[in-house]
């Protein structure tokens, strides 16, 4: 197997995960809004209902972060595709195996990462 070929499978393996779960989130957040039980006009508890307003919240705060690394999979995917794959969009040198490995999406070599969340921290 060449490293596209493993790099693509990565990348294949990193989108199906996040579809699942994604799914799972979706539906779960489906199956609440269909059976609210905090709805104090029902008979529920308005504590319950703004434990179920948070869950929601939340998960709907996951999916759209799930779409935000579905579309670094699909950035990555395309780079496979041209050949810039396996370098940092910052600085252009190769990034690490190992990053590949643990964050096959990954635009940036590790020191270039660093570089920007300290930014992102400072801000």
Avoid: W
Avoid at 47 to 64: P, Q, W
Avoid at 69 to 74: G, I, K, P, S, T
Avoid at 79 to 98: F, V
């Amino acid at each position: 197997m060449t490293d596209t070929d493993t790099d693509r499978e990565r990348l294949e393996q990193q989108r199906a995960r996040l579809l699942d779960l994604k799914e799972s989130l979706t539906a779960a957040t489906e199956d609440m809004e269909r059976e609210p039980t905090g709805d104090p006009s029902t008979g529920g508890h308005i504590a319950d209902a703004g434990s179920e307003m948070f869950e929601r919240s939340r998960d709907l705060s996951i999916v759209k972060d799930i779409d935000a690394q579905l579309a670094d999979v699909e950035h990555a995917t395309a780079r496979l595709s041209n050949g810039t794959y396996r370098t940092c969009e910052a600085c252009g040198r190769p990034i690490g195996a190992q990053r590949l490995a643990a964050r096959p999406a990954t635009r940036f070599c590790i020191e270039d990462q660093q570089g920007a969340e300290r930014e992102t921290d400072v801000r």
